[in-house]
């Protein structure tokens, strides 16, 4: 991946990142994200060439590498440029330093920022590329610009004293915990962040982080959690957050990124339409995204939704469509992305907009420009954006997490021969092959009130997903489970039949 990064640089005629970790996975495990030069995701075209690299016997290494500097058109003589972080995994020092050998050998220039979160490193790649327009690419830099904006937008917060401001926060005994211990001295001292699992006594994202608080719906160990206390997970490389708390009667409530999306959407729409300038806005979601989170988006917020198929960069992609593109997958990852002309728009009014509300609403529209970091999903960014909305309305947790109730849902997996099998169409929620598949799942989904169904297979391995939900937490389970016997059975699974749940 040394190789391949600076083969895009050259290409490109730009910095490009590489980030050493495996985010919300476990701690033995690790990997590498390619960073392109705005800050998102490495071109598709080129995962191709990343996987042709990898896969290289040693001997034809170098035929590699002249193919794709042919097919790309990569001049070798130019210079390259690449950035590289890691996270906290014991494997991740070594595994750098190998992606640095790969960078020299090649002749690129690199500057290694050692232990950053992934956000961190998008963030950076973003601020060099645009010769500092996007800001001051070092931390000092990140923190400086996130708190300053976090500061001026609460200096409009009228609320009630203390309680507003605690915050207990999971870190996945990752990188998030260095990184946020780092920025605490920037932030006001009315915001009270008490940080746990901070990496020095328990393993990385083992029975903690956002992950294992979306899929297990429990509070993670090692933070003690008393009732209406709002807390929040990060994932091991903080580029996801999810939101939670314990009500009086000791039941917990998950906030999941559909619900945040949700929160800042309200948020952006009402300063829209204070500045009454004709921005497009929409919601970006997948077909995860819980039912009752898009209806209460289109019929009671009155905000276009649009669907895309599982995946950042297939969110990232549609939100940039618009004026204002919010997106978050159910698991925590997302942003809101800004289009040149809005926030150039934006930024004019704030200098030269006589009437004092357009002008207030502007300035913080400014300031949740500034706030978010519009290169990729960002746990601390989308953590201060959440505590600053909250304050400014003045909303408890347990208020944000009226705004509608989440269907009951169920995520099974089933085992098959071949994933291929499966072809999917409109978003990944209806399957087009095997025969006879959709229209079976069209026939259980009927059984139920409020019900929806989709399969689709895995990115990585040979199982297909099913999801589903209804009216109960019964009927979801029914029909996940009703689903999945019509997958094991059309689309040749392995093993023993799904049994009920």
Excluded at 103 to 123: A, K, R, S
Excluded at 204 to 221: M, R, S
Aim: with cysteine; aromatic share 6%; glycine share 6%.
């Amino acid at each position: 991946m040394g190789l391949l990064a600076v083969l895009r640089s050259k290409a490109v005629t730009a910095t490009i990142g590489i980030m050493v970790t495996a985010s919300h996975n476990p701690e033995e495990d690790n990997g590498v994200k390619l960073v392109d030069p705005l800050g998102e995701m490495l071109h598709p075209s080129w995962e191709e060439y990343a996987t042709q690299l990898a896969n290289a016997e040693e001997q034809e290494l170098q035929k590699v590498i002249t193919e794709i500097c042919q097919k790309a058109a990569v001049n070798l003589d130019k210079d390259a440029s690449v950035f590289i972080g890691r996270d906290t995994r014991p494997s991740s020092e070594k595994l750098s330093q190998s992606a640095i050998d790969g960078i020299q050998v090649l002749g690129g220039q690199y500057h290694d920022y050692g232990l950053v979160t992934t956000p961190q490193l998008h963030y950076m790649v973003c601020c060099q590329n645009t010769q500092g327009q996007y800001g001051k690419a070092t931390l000092e830099g990140y923190y400086e610009k996130l708190s300053k904006a976090f500061m001026e937008l609460i200096k409009q917060a009228h609320c009630s004293g203390e309680f507003q401001r605690h915050l207990k926060i999971d870190c996945a005994n990752g990188v998030g915990a260095l990184k946020l211990s780092e920025m605490k001295p920037y932030f006001p001292q009315e915001v009270l962040i008490h940080i746990y699992n901070d990496g020095t006594k328990e393993k990385l994202n083992h029975l903690c982080g956002a992950d294992f608080v979306k899929v297990h719906q429990k509070p993670p160990g090692g933070l003690d959690m008393k009732p209406n206390e709002r807390c929040c997970s990060f994932d091991g490389d903080a580029d996801r957050i999810v939101y939670y708390y314990k009500d009086t009667a000791g039941h917990f409530h998950l906030i999941d990124g559909d619900k945040i999306a949700t929160l800042i959407s309200i948020f952006l729409k009402e300063l829209l339409a204070k500045v009454k300038e004709n921005f497009k806005m929409a919601v970006v979601q997948t077909a995860y995204a819980n039912g009752n989170s898009t209806r209460f988006l289109q019929e009671t917020l009155k905000v276009p939704v649009h669907f895309v198929k599982t995946g950042v960069k297939h969110l990232h992609h549609k939100a940039q469509e618009f004026d204002v593109g919010v997106y978050f997958e159910a698991n925590g990852h997302g942003t809101v992305l800004f289009s040149k002309a809005a926030e150039t728009k934006i930024r004019q009014l704030v200098k030269e907009e006589k009437d004092s509300e357009k002008r207030e609403a502007a300035k913080m529209l400014e300031n949740m420009i500034d706030l978010i970091n519009q290169t990729v999903g960002d746990a601390v960014s989308d953590m201060l954006v959440i505590e600053a909305i909250l304050a400014l309305k003045g909303l408890t947790v347990q208020q944000w997490d009226g705004l509608y109730a989440d269907l009951p849902n169920r995520l099974l997996k089933v085992q098959v021969a071949d994933r291929r099998v499966i072809d999917t169409t409109d978003a990944e929620r209806r399957a087009l092959t095997p025969p006879g598949l959709q229209e079976k799942i069209d026939a259980l989904v009927k059984k139920y009130r409020l019900s929806r169904a989709f399969v689709r297979p895995s990115g990585t391995e040979d199982v297909v997903r099913i999801y589903a939900e209804a009216d109960t937490q019964e009927n979801a389970d029914a029909l996940a489970h009703e689903v999945s016997l019509a997958v094991f059975h059309l689309a040749g699974g392995k093993g023993a039949p799904p049994q009920p749940i």
